[in-house]
């Protein structure tokens, strides 16, 4: 049986057709209008926002460091100055294996050991979005090669960088000091002096020194670039520049050859010598012996100049000018002399008859004097002319603790002396509050008897006693010393003198005193003095004093042989001067560490750089021959 045909319903199958075309239409359209309107606000609701992120993506802003400024000399040798080379850097953070990277390096760049532990270093003390270099100073022909197979090595660059030079090497190397790369100890302090923003794009500091007390004037003002990059942030072109401001050059109160001269005084021997202008307070030469050579420190010192440095037993980082602290010894005596006569203990012609030892009202103890029988009858001009320990543990047993503190604390000892150069100790000059402070002990009479002969617990820097030797030159006018004479503006180039040192304060000293003092000071660089040496044949007059300073103590029963001594435990060598007496040019303070006599050794050396300074003299090829052992002061 046939199924009845079907009869479609052409006009219900439009009808849906119709629906569903409209429907389909509308949700065509509702598309198109969330794409216009997406476009719409994209391009033009957010097109600031999106237009500066796509400039951003093209153009980036470098830094550009600012040249650092010259040091120069008071005669205007240069001391520090810049040069440009290039170098391979490796940013650690964009590479996968780093060891890889740098032996696939060393196939096109000599590479040493060396430079592969100094990297290492800088890895340890940078952050690693840093870029660090692996090596310096590459030649044309290493740019080259590496520049052709650039594309095999990300995160490797190579950079044009300025890089610091001392041309005179270990000249005045504590007093110039040396920059650094910057660590992250340098970070905290940029970030809590607000001065990060300046240091972008800086790799390196100041460390010591003058680069670093004078690091804001030697830094300079940054500068930016608006650069415009590929797809691979390889530079196309500069679109902007804001030039950097260079550093400042600062000219020094030092002379250069002076101290040229002092340094090879020395020759072997280890110590200290500052040299000061009186009547400005200008440093004229700071000498730490041994010293070292900055350039080693630029990009990081290698560890095997780093062990030989930190190691050695001559310690030549140490500087022993501004920081090292030694006994004064008979250099002392002069600033108690001059309590003496102040203070109404002691009179020009009040005498002593020496014994050569002194004791203690009811103390059995002898405090010895250095010459066996002693000097027979002493004044106080010739105290000082022959160093007499005994006379002066009369006076301190007479002055006392708190008049020594007290008076000779204004000199200088015990404080800093304002130097613009940071890291200076204070030294110490001994009272009875810091005993009882430090040991919990009260102070016995025997401290002071030590005292008096600048031993004891008296202690002093190198530049502390050419201070003290300034101040007692310029009759007891105190200033200042300082290192920069000059600064140089590289945004005005004006020129900016340091002001002349105004006095701190004026001693109120007597001027029968100060000559009588003086006086004696002249007769111990004449014949018969403990520095008489040092005045032979000289054109001018010189006013100094000597000093021994016992490095270990001596038995009462024994006696003081330096050839049974080991060299390191010799007593050290200290000499204080100024000259010409009669119009004082120069003061200066000398230290031999384990040099024996202050008149043999130390005496010989202030000689040479007195006879250069005043005469320009050239100095001898080596130190005299050393006075025999007998002679003391």
Known sequence: MKRPTELRNHQRELYYF???????????????????????????????????????????????APNRGLI?????????????????????????????????????????PRDRKRFRKLIEESRNFESLPIRARLNDIEVARFTANRFRFPGVDIKARLFRHYPKGELASHAIGHIG?????????????????????????GKLGIEQSYEKQLHGVTGFEQVETDAGGRAIRT????????????????????????????????????AIDPKSGEVLAFISKPGFDPNLFIDGIDPVNWDALNNSLDKPLNNRALRGQYPPGSTFKPFMALAGL????????????????????????????????????????????????TYYYGLANDLGPDNIFNFIGQFGFGKKTGIDIEGETTGLLPSREWKMKRYKQKWYSGDTISVGIGQGYNLATPLQLAFATAVLANNGTVIRPHLVRSILDAGTNQVRTVPAAKPVATLALKPENLELLKKAMIAVTQPGGTAAR??????????????????????????YVESRVSE??????????????DDPK????????????????????????????????????????????????
């Open 18 to 64: 119709r629906w569903r075309l409209g429907v389909a239409a509308a949700g065509a359209v509702l598309l198109f209008t969330l794409l216009v309107a997406r476009f719409f606000f994209l391009q033009v609701v957010q097109h600031e926002y999106f237009h500066t992120l796509a400039e951003n993506n093209r153009i980036s802003i470098v830094p550009v």
């Open 72 to 112: 120069l000399d008071r005669n205007g040798i240069v001391l520090a100055h810049n040069y440009s080379a290039y170098t391979l850097e490796i940013t650690p953070s964009k590479i996968k294996d780093l060891e890889a990277t740098i032996n696939g390096l060393a196939m096109l760049v000599d590479i040493q």
């Open 181 to 205: 790369r910057i660590n992250e100890a340098d970070l905290d302090r940029l970030e809590a002096s607000e001065d990060m923003a300046n240091y972008r794009g800086s790799d390196h500091i």
């Open 239 to 274: 679109l902007s520049r804001r030039a950097p401001v260079s550093g400042s050059d600062l000219t020094l109160t030092l002379d250069s050859r002076l101290q040229e001269v002092a340094e090879k005084a020395f020759a072997q021997y280890r110590g200290a010598l500052v």
């Open 342 to 389: 102040e203070l109404g203990k002691r009179t020009p012609s009040y005498s002593i008859s020496d014994p050569g030892f002194f004791t203690l009202p009811g103390n059995a103890h002898r405090y010895r004097d250095w010459k066996v029988g002693g000097h027979g009858s002493v004044d106080l001009h010739k105290s000082i002319v022959i160093s007499c320990d």
């Open 534 to 559: 040092v005045g032979a044949g000289a054109p001018y007059l010189t006013a100094g004093k000597t000093g021994t300073a016992q490095v270990i103590a001596i038995k009462q029963t024994e006696k």
């Open 568 to 581: 390191r435990n010799r007593d050290h060598a200290l000499f204080i001067a100024y000259a010409p007496a």
């Open 586 to 633: 120069i003061a200066m303070a000398i230290l031999v560490e384990n040099g024996g006599h202050g008149g043999s050794i130390a005496g010989p050396i202030a000689r040479i750089v007195l006879d250069y300074f005043l005469l320009g003299k050239a100095p001898p090829s080596a130190l005299p021959v050393e006075a025999p052992e007998e002679e003391h002061d």
